[in-house]
T-cell receptor
Framework: GAVVSQHPSRVICKSGTSVKIECRSLDFQATTMFWYRQFPKQSLMLMATSNEGSKATYEQGVEKDKFLINHASLTLSTLTVTSAHPEDSSFYIC????????????FGPGTRLLVL | GQNIDQPTEMTATEGAIVQINCTYQTSGFNGLFWYQQHAGEAPTFLSYNVLDGLEEKGRFSSFLSRSKGYSYLLLKELQMKDSASYLCAVMDSNYQLIWGAGTKLIIKP
């Protein structure tokens, strides 16, 4: 149980294009989903927290107009990197939490984004 | 400020035992998580401690002392596939996960 999928697993795009990443909880309803970014050999960095049906809460320093998050259902959240630039190249990982605040976060497999 | 400390890197021998320590200073405490992350992959959940003591799960055990702000992850009968980074994360009073930088564990034959 507690499987989270992400799509695509890898994407290469040109600078200026937008990229959408999907995160799905396959066997549970995720009331809360989290989006992280991880640069090589660095720790996870939380970008935003999204609750189903409401606006995402962004961490300090994360541009909400650049990283659009939609959590339309209890099993799907999307992250859209708008007008991507090479510095946005990173490993983007989502996680999902089923119930209350102390529930474990389960991670998707991650999406590796390379912006040329 | 909030802080999670764990060693950057550790080396151990196949078949041996290794203990990865984590100390924390956070605004409140609602549990401590250990995750395993292989290179190029996302983290996978290993354990959750909210009460003092030892939680055992097969070859892996996790210990917590809330009064000392301290936890450790104990890995027994090490296998080559255990080579990975191990992330300690503490849930603070706002139920936010505060992440450590991770400990890279290298297993040698």
């Amino acid at each position: 149980g507690a499987v989270v999928s992400q799509h695509p697993s890898r994407v290469i795009c040109k600078s200026g294009t937008s990229v959408k990443i999907e995160c799905r909880s396959l066997d549970f309803q995720a009331t809360t989903m989290f989006w992280y970014r991880q640069f090589p050999k660095q720790s996870l960095m939380l970008m935003a927290t999204s609750n189903e049906g409401s606006k995402a809460t962004y961490e300090q320093g994360v541009e909400k107009d650049k990283f659009l998050i939609n959590h339309a259902s209890l099993t799907l959240s999307t992250l859209t990197v708008t007008s991507a630039h090479p510095e946005d190249s990173s490993f983007y990982i989502c996680s999902a939490r089923a119930g209350g605040f102390q529930e474990t976060q389960y991670f998707g497999p991650g999406t590796r984004l390379l912006v040329l | 400020g909030q802080n999670i400390d764990q060693p950057t890197e550790m080396t151990a021998t196949e078949g041996a035992i290794v203990q990865i320590n984590c100390t924390y200073q956070t605004s409140g405490f609602n549990g401590l998580f250990w995750y395993q992350q292989h290179a190029g992959e996302a983290p996978t959940f290993l354990s959750y401690n909210v009460l003092d003591g030892l939680e055992e799960k097969g070859r892996f055990s996790s210990f917590l002392s809330r009064s000392k702000g301290y936890s450790y992850l104990l890995l027994k009968e090490l296998q080559m596939k255990d080579s990975a980074s191990y992330l300690c994360a503490v849930m603070d009073s706002n139920y936010q996960l505060i992440w450590g930088a991770g400990t890279k564990l290298i297993i040698k034959p």
